[in-house]
């Protein structure tokens, strides 16, 4: 999943952030499309019954972190994009804390603060004037919409139970997820700026909807198959390594000191937040 990155930082050198998203998950919809078909059609009413929840989801996990992430690679860095997407558990703890009266013990706060912490202090770069100056990367705002769209569509992904099984249901919301995006396509590709149809256009259109679209989803899955949610629940917080890792092997990014800090910041904040009480132990 981390491999979008590599999408998000270099994909949109050669084609629009918006339309990179829009054929994206319209290949990837075009391609689920094809292996269930024959489940939509027989469960329609389902498909008419859950249309207005798919179309939100679609929304927010293709729509919102289709295109933020892409609109945040032309002006900021891989391993920014990494660590501030490990907030989107933040986000997920406060909506269902808020909306869902899901409790939240002491524990649990002091991580959201570390990683609040953590997540500012690569959006300032170690440096506090930026915030007295209000001198901030606008890729990084971008980036962090996206931890919340992704946030959002976490939560209500788990909310919102679907009589459908997954791949025919994930089939529907990438449909949503492309005609969410229609609009704003049409508007970049007319008012804004035009995609070349050339190879390079086909290889990152087809390397967004296979790496950190199909196979991602597919494995994703599985882990949670054989790993349960909780646990992998985890593997978000890899963005950070892996972040780091494509950002300095492909697009020679120095690791600064800044994303070293707030990258334990997250991780300890994120300790502090799975780790259960002793209440809750004994209990």
Not at 159 to 179: A, D, M
Request: one cysteine or more.
């Amino acid at each position: 999943m981390a491999s979008n990155l590599i999408v998000a930082r270099g994909g949109v050198d050669d084609v629009p952030p918006i339309t990179l998203s829009f054929w994206r998950w319209f290949l990837f919809f075009f391609i689920l499309f094809i292996f269930n078909f024959k489940y939509l059609i027989k469960n329609y009413r389902i498909i008419k019954q859950e249309s207005k929840k798919s179309f939100f989801l679609g929304l927010m996990g293709c729509g919102v972190c289709g295109i933020f992430p892409y609109m945040a690679g032309s002006s900021t860095t891989i391993v920014n994009m990494g660590i501030l997407y490990t907030s989107s558990p933040i986000f997920i703890i406060l909506i269902s804390y808020f909306f869902y009266k899901d409790k939240i013990n002491i524990l649990q706060f002091a991580g959201l603060l570390f990683c609040l912490l953590g997540v500012f202090s690569v959006i300032l770069k170690g440096d506090i004037n930026l915030l007295l100056e209000l001198k901030f990367a606008s890729g990084d705002f971008w980036m962090l919409g996206a931890a919340l769209g992704w946030a959002i569509y976490t939560v209500m992904l788990f909310q919102w139970k679907s009589e459908l099984s997954f791949f025919p249901r994930l089939t529907l919301i990438s449909f949503f997820g492309f005609v969410s995006i229609l609009p704003f396509y049409f508007i970049e590709h007319t008012y804004f700026e035009k995609a070349l149809i050339n190879k390079e256009f086909y290889y990152w259109i087809s390397f967004a909807a296979l790496s950190p679209g199909i196979i991602a989803f597919s494995l994703y899955t599985l882990t949670i198959k054989y790993l349960g949610p909780s646990t992998t629940g985890f593997t978000l917080y890899l963005y950070t390594i892996y972040g780091a890792f494509y950002g300095i092997l492909f697009f020679s990014e120095i690791l600064e000191n800044y994303h070293l800090i707030g990258t334990i910041l997250v991780f300890f904040g994120i300790y502090l937040v799975r780790r259960k009480n002793k209440n809750e132990i004994k209990a």
